[in-house]
């Protein structure tokens, strides 16, 4: 009940395309989910994190969508560019810990081709 | 503005050696600490966090330690490395919502 399932492992996308990540949960008490982003030999940054009050949050070219019914969430990269080309992780967060821990999805490896 | 650090950068071991890796944070207080390991092109997974001076907490039974002898100041340690701590060792803080990580240390035992 504490996985956060994260899919597919591996996408390759066009310059200009549109990248769509998805992860699901289970535990209903999670209440924050980020998105991070993480270039090779780098530790991760945090790209986008929403809520499960909103169902969508846009910042520039990344859109993540959230259905709380479902229990899914999902990172759209729209005009995907090379620079995109990254590992990108979904997590969440309980929010009955105080610990902050977060559970990561096992990452997606994006490439973008020119 | 905050910042955390992380060293050193790379390490060559041999099996059998001890191992310390420190992570310090700047610009904030009693942040919460965390230490993952990432293996080559897998995911992230959360070895050990601290939420005060000297409370640790363990998420993975295994061959390494942590300790916080200071506020903002959390160290990863081994008595004897073995070849499975081969890896990407990343040390991340955070205060409320979001986690925060360090440049990372790549750790080969040979």
């Known amino acids: 009940q504490q996985q956060v399932k994260q899919s597919p492992q591996s996408l390759i996308v066009q310059k200009g395309g549109i990248s769509i990540i998805n992860c699901a949960y289970e535990n209903t008490a999670f209440d924050y989910f980020p998105w991070y982003q993480q270039f090779p030999g780098k530790g991760p940054a945090l790209l986008i994190a929403?809520?499960?009050?909103?169902s969508e949050k846009k910042e520039g070219r990344f859109t993540i969508s959230f259905n709380k019914s479902a229990k899914q969430f999902s990172l759209h990269i729209m005009d995907s560019q090379p620079g995109d080309s990254a590992t990108y992780f979904c997590?969440?967060?309980?929010?009955?810990?105080?610990?902050?821990?977060?559970?990561f999805g096992q990452g997606t490896t994006l490439q973008v081709k020119p | 503005s905050q910042t955390i650090h992380q060293w050193p950068a790379t390490l060559v071991q041999p099996v059998g050696s001890p191992l310390s890796l420190e992570c310090t944070v700047e610009?904030?207080?009693?942040?919460?600490l965390y230490w993952y390991r990432q293996a080559a092109g897998r995911g992230l997974q959360l070895l050990f966090y601290?939420?005060?001076?000297?409370?640790i907490s363990s998420e993975v039974p295994q061959n390494l330690s942590a300790s916080r002898p200071q506020d903002r100041q959390f160290i990863l340690s081994s008595k004897k490395l073995l070849l499975s701590d081969s890896g990407f060792y990343l040390c991340?803080?955070?205060?409320?919502?979001?986690?925060?990580f360090g440049p990372g240390t790549r750790l080969t035992v040979l």
């Open positions: 991340a803080w955070s205060r409320r919502d979001t986690q925060y």
């Open positions: 601290s939420v005060g001076i000297g409370q």
């Open positions: 610009g904030t207080s009693n942040p919460n």
């Open positions: 929403i809520r499960p009050d909103v």
């Open positions: 997590a969440a967060r309980s929010g009955s810990s105080n610990t902050g821990k977060l559970i």
